[in-house]
Nanobody, 131 residues
């Protein structure tokens, strides 16, 4: 089971951009589904984007569709979240997570994101603040 470390958060102006990184401790096999999640104070954790490594199929929740892009550089064992046109509502702690052996359809239709967000195992996250 790989360990993941998030980085790249910070402060940005509305309409600005940030790129988050999720570095894996080991190789991400083709059957991995990797996702980005966020949680603002007082809110439930929200799954916002996922990518299935074999084929690269992606899923985005409506709130970030067209603004955020998830991608992977497996040579660097890193998954990125490019965030453009940021809004104050994007302010949150951002986390990444990955599971191996996920059904590809479940990964890029949002099903895995909805189940994974309920679990209690998370890294330290990276804070994004948009003003």
């Amino acid at each position: 089971h790989v360990q993941l470390v998030e980085s790249g958060g910070g402060s940005a102006q509305a309409a600005g951009s940030l790129r988050l990184s999720c570095a894996a401790s080991g190789y991400l096999y083709p059957s991995y589904c990797v996702g980005w999640f966020r949680q603002a104070p007082g809110n439930e954790r929200e799954g916002i984007a996922s990518i299935y490594l074999e084929g690269g199929g992606t899923y985005y929740t409506d709130s970030v569709k067209g603004r955020f892009t998830i991608s992977i550089d497996n040579a660097k064992r890193t998954v990125y979240l490019e965030m453009n046109n940021l809004k104050p509502d994007d302010t949150a702690m951002y986390y990444c997570a990955a599971d191996r052996g996920v059904d590809h359809y479940d990964c890029y239709t949002g099903g895995w994101l909805n189940r994974r967000k309920q679990r209690s195992s998370w890294g330290q996250g990276t804070q994004v603040t948009v003003s």
